[in-house]
């Protein structure tokens, strides 16, 4: 007679310090709250202002009164998610393969901020009114200074605070 004996060699403990290290984690990518917006002055000047800019990425992520809806996170998040569902998946293995769930996690938050930095280049938006493109002298929607695609950022939060 045989009999099948199930030996538990570490799948068990790793599963749960992975449950445990991940309980409560979001990698959020976007406009961080601390971030100001900058404005082009006369004769092309750029100058800092007190307006925050997420404010700013709000208004053009959903329109407001006139100005159109130009999302460039929800659109980027809904376009890649097959790709972030990888890369989500990747976090796992990473964390139960050695890379630690740290860098795992740094990993999926520099993708996505990729990709969200590469669709306001990239578009499509609404095109610039004509009076937007006389003053930026652009047609570009979203670009002026670079400030907004260079304000997005990640930052990784615990329950308990925050981790970048």
């Known amino acids: 007679m045989s009999r099948v004996e199930d030996k538990d060699l570490g799948l068990n403990r790793i599963i749960r310090t992975l449950n445990k290290d991940l309980d409560g984690v979001v990698v959020k990518v976007g406009v961080q709250a601390k971030d100001k ?3 082009r002055g006369k004769g092309g000047s750029i100058r800092n202002t007190d307006q925050p800019l997420a404010v700013i990425a709000a208004i053009h992520e959903f ?3 006139d100005m159109p809806q130009r999302s460039f996170l929800r659109s980027a998040y809904d376009e ?3 790709m972030i569902d990888k890369m989500i998946q990747r976090v796992a293995n990473g964390a139960v393969f050695g890379l630690g769930t740290n860098a795992a996690l740094n990993q999926l938050g520099n993708v996505v901020q990729g990709m969200v930095q590469r669709k306001i280049v990239d ?4 095109p610039n ?3 937007t493109i006389k003053r930026k002298k652009s047609s570009r929607p979203l670009i002026d200074t670079g400030h907004l695609r ?3 950022r990640y930052v990784i939060e615990r329950k308990g605070g925050n981790h970048e």
């Not at 578009?123 to 609404?126: E, I, R």
């Open 80 to 82: 890649n998610l097959p």
């Open 129 to 131: 009114s004509p009076a």
């Open 150 to 152: 260079q304000s997005i």
């Open 37 to 39: 917006a900058v404005r």
């Open 63 to 65: 329109g407001l009164g």
């Open 123 to 126: 578009g499509p938006f609404v």
